[in-house]
């Protein structure tokens, strides 16, 4: 089915950037698999979707989300199997800054997040992201993204060749507001931070296209070079992400669910009061081996 044609369960396929689109009137709930198949169509071409109006609960996301793969765990730091165990559904992450008893609810606050991908700095990081709105604030909050297929297009062609023959090792101590996660501790400079290292130009296993692949530029490192070198090349290349025309904000309303391919796009958050309530939930879907 060409994804510029009506799903099958109804609804539509609304672009609303040159890499975003909306998925109009469809029931996350009650998709079958042709119109489940139109939509992961979609997905490979634009690789930001928007679905409105949901109303599920975690089982339903979690049912959703399992259509696109295998799902993978919640980012949690360095825990143990022991206290993984403790966790009620370690698929579905709680995203907000509610504080409930004395503790929050959720990760990452109210405080603005920086460009990143999720969970970049793993082996086999995941493939694709998914976020629910359940309560937004009324201003502020939005997820902004960036086109890292446009970012690559952008480089001039020696800043190009050289990032095609880069590895970067992407820290794994940090979470994408600068705190450290669970079981890390912050590291002299980025040459000795934790991470898995993987390709700067990545292509994509299922469409094809290119796309730089950064993760987060807080203590990144060029692998193999001295680190004033690494510094320098990441600062050349970071000044062609998130360019105009190539970016794309997400002003959240609650039933809002958002699906990105983590391997074309990066994302980030804006702050926003901290008086008031964002809660959000989160899958991942875990990356095929082969994908690298």
């Not at 799903?7 to 996350?28: H, K, T």
């Not at 004395?102 to 970049?120: F, K, N, Q």
Request: charged content about 20%; hydrophobic content about 45%; proline content about 7%.
């Amino acid at each position: 089915m060409a994804v510029n044609r009506c799903i099958e369960a109804g609804g539509n396929i609304r672009p609303l950037a040159p890499f975003v689109a909306e998925v109009v009137d469809v029931d996350a709930r009650r998709v079958d698999d042709a119109a489940f198949a139109a939509i992961y169509q979609a997905w490979l071409q634009w690789p930001v979707l928007r679905l409105r109006g949901q109303a599920l609960e975690d089982s339903d996301l979690q049912a959703f989300s399992r259509r696109f793969g295998a799902l993978e765990y919640a980012p949690m730091g360095l825990i143990s199997d022991a206290e993984r165990a403790k966790i009620a559904n370690p698929f579905v992450a709680t995203i907000s800054n509610i504080v409930a008893n004395g503790r929050p609810i959720g990760g990452l606050g109210a405080a603005e997040a920086a460009w990143h991908t999720d969970m970049s700095y793993i082996e086999h990081p995941p493939t694709a992201s998914i976020l629910y709105a359940l309560e937004t604030p009324p201003s502020g909050g939005d997820t902004h993204f960036c086109d890292m297929v446009a970012a690559l297009a952008a480089l001039p062609p020696a800043l190009a060749e050289r990032a095609r023959r880069t590895r970067l090792k992407h820290d794994a101590a940090h979470d994408s507001v600068g705190k450290l996660r669970p079981g890390h501790r912050h590291s002299p400079n980025p040459v000795a931070a934790p991470g898995s290292v993987h390709a700067m130009v990545r292509r994509h296993p299922e469409n094809g296209t290119e796309a730089l692949f950064l993760g987060r530029r807080q203590d990144a490192y060029v692998d193999g070079l001295p680190l004033a070198e690494s510094e320098a090349l990441l600062d050349d290349i970071w000044g062609y992400v998130a360019l105009p025309g190539a970016t794309w904000a997400q002003q959240w309303h609650p039933g809002d669910m958002v699906i990105w391919d983590n391997r074309s796009v990066m994302h980030r958050r804006a702050a926003f009061d901290s008086s008031t309530r964002r809660l959000m939930r989160r899958t991942q879907i875990r990356a095929p081996a082969a994908a690298g």
